[in-house]
């Protein structure tokens, strides 16, 4: 296949370009660098069939050539990250899913459309299956990314039942992993970091909010079947194991041997879920995927990641 991953030099992005390359695919991978880090992909430059263009997904695209498949993961993806660039967010979400199918239905190619648990927003539902609707604010901080990636979805959708372009909508649940930004703010970059350097982490509120973490080799496995399933309705990818924010603190600084404990801020955001997990029963119907990676396994491949990222940087001694 000849694939072009827009969002390609971002933490999901760089990892689905490793594994598209990895099984012999031709990757394009396409990034404004705005959120996204050339340094993430630097490992593939120079590969015979991998290419890296610099662009915004929200201008026209051309591409020569035929393509097989467009991954549409461009996005600033954390609360911080969307707070401080609310139209940049809408745009890529809106017309840079406008522009992707676009392409999409051009090429005769398969579209990937990473879509987000946000779009359940603070669910009432619990857990979260996909015939659930949600319940977002559209006017509220968060808005511009919950209601970018719904309009998303259901422009995905037009064009599957109007130009019957073949789409897939995955609906990422939180994942982490090597790679992630290290300002990008969220609560896994901002833990472990904290812990490193032997700090109190910060736990926004009560920390009784819970998530559920999936590592990022899941996730990858995952939007690779979908993308071979000829299903077009979303599925729900993320692994089920959920904890509450205060416990997931702890799990970091017993990993770390942090000494310094966690601290209590009233940060939290306005809209900030109380409550996220997936329901994956669709994912193991259609995809017969389930998470392998536990927390505990995963966090051992990231927290290193970490560590060497703030030595090369001169943060961490
Ligand atoms: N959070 C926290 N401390 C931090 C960063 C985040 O307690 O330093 C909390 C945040 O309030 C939220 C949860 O961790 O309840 C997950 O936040 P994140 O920014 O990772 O993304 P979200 O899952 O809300 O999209």
Redesign the pocket.
């Known amino acids: 296949m000849r694939v072009l991953i827009t969002g390609g030099a971002g933490f999901l992005g760089s990892h689905l370009s490793d594994r598209f390359i990895a099984e012999g695919h031709t990757v394009i991978a396409m990034d404004n660098l705005i959120t996204g880090n050339a340094q993430n992909i630097a490992h593939l430059f120079g590969h015979e069939r991998f290419r890296f263009m610099k662009h915004d997904v929200t201008d026209y695209i051309h591409i020569d050539g035929a393509l097989d498949a467009v991954l549409h993961f461009a996005s600033p993806a954390?609360?911080?990250d969307y707070l401080e660039l609310p139209i940049q967010t809408l745009k890529v979400g809106a017309l840079g899913t406008h522009k992707a199918l676009g392409l999409a239905k051009e090429k005769n190619a398969r579209f990937l459309l990473a879509s987000t648990s946000?779009v359940y927003g603070d669910p009432q539902i619990h857990p979260q299956p996909e015939s659930y609707y949600g319940h977002v604010n559209p006017i509220g901080p968060r808005g511009v990314y919950d209601e970018a990636k719904r309009f998303a979805e259901a422009m995905t959708m037009a064009y599957h039942r109007s130009h019957g372009v073949q789409t897939r909508i995955v609906r990422i649940f939180?994942t982490y992993g090597p790679r992630m930004r290290l300002r990008d703010?969220?609560?896994?970059p901002?833990?472990i970091q904290q812990a490193l350097r032997h700090e109190p982490?910060?736990?926004?509120?009560d920390?009784s909010?819970t998530?559920s973490f999936q590592y990022v080799s899941d996730l990858v496995e995952g939007v690779y079947r979908l993308l071979q399933s000829d299903y077009s309705d979303p599925v729900n990818i993320g692994n089920p194991q959920e904890r509450t924010?205060l416990q997931f603190a702890e799990v970091i600084n017993e990993l770390t041997g942090n000494p310094a404990g966690v601290v209590k801020?009233d940060?939290?955001?306005q809209d900030?879920?109380q409550v996220?997990q997936p329901d994956i029963t669709r994912a193991g119907q259609i995809l017969g995927w389930a998470p392998r990676v536990s927390l505990q396994e995963g966090l051992q491949q990231t927290i290193p990641w970490f560590r060497n990222e703030l030595i090369t940087r001169g943060e961490l001694a």
């Open positions: 954390s609360p911080v946000e939180n703010g969220r609560v896994v901002n833990f982490i910060t736990v926004y509120g920390g909010q998530r924010i801020q940060m939290r955001t900030d879920p996220r």
